[in-house]
């Protein structure tokens, strides 16, 4: 396997991407970069012409994007069943709970710039209630999203609502709160938050 480089700053988003990394067992070299600078140099435009973390680089293939780095990292560690097996139901399950991460954050940006609501048919959210009545039926009475066992899906949702959690965008529902602490306190998440 080829060289596995990871571009981030210590209080970023891309402490999620280093928990999967962590999650994974695979070896990896960490590019520490700082806001406004070495993440705006030509060289680190280069990975990413967006100029923000995280990035993973493998090789000459280019990942950035929290869902599309756990979905890649994923896939490199089948037998860490971090991603349930293609062309099983669960597969599909999985797909959707990492993409219900976008609209999810669609809603907390707009609630964190305290202007007006977008209209229900204007957000990909729909309505507030609908995306957070979704996520708690979800996330109530199971251990794990998708299937029998932790997955990429867990560590995105609970990353994302942890975050959530902590800047009280997010209403503290039992569900919610029971979710990010049970997968938050694995060995492989609290690797990551101490090297961060």
């Known amino acids: 396997m080829s060289a596995l ?20 067992g695979l070896p ?9 600078g070495s993440m705006k140099a030509p060289e680190y435009l280069a990975v990413n012409p967006m100029g923000k973390v995280p990035a993973l680089q493998h090789g000459e293939a280019v990942v950035t994007e929290q869902a599309a ?21 669960e597969r599909g399950s999985y797909y959707r709970w990492i993409s219900f991460m976008a609209p999810l954050e669609q809603l907390m940006v707009a609630k964190a710039g305290g202007g007006a609501m977008p209209k229900p048919e204007m957000a990909g959210f729909g309505t507030e209630a609908d995306i957070l009545n979704t996520l708690e039926a979800a996330l109530s009475g ?55």
């Open 69 to 89: 780095i756990c979905l890649y990292l994923a896939d490199w560690v089948p037998e860490k069943r971090l991603a349930p097996p293609v062309g099983t139901p």
């Open 142 to 196: 199971r251990e794990y999203l998708v299937g029998d066992c932790f997955t990429a899906a867990d560590l995105l949702v609970a990353a994302y609502v942890g975050w959530y959690l902590q800047f009280k965008l997010l209403e503290p529902r039992q569900a919610f709160v029971e979710f990010v602490q049970r997968h938050t306190a694995r060995e492989a998440s609290l690797r990551a938050n101490a090297i961060d």
């Open 28 to 36: 990896y070299e960490t590019v520490l970069l700082e806001y406004g």
């Open 5 to 24: 480089t990871f571009y981030t700053h210590p209080m970023s988003r891309g402490r999620v991407a280093r928990w999967m990394l962590e999650e994974t």
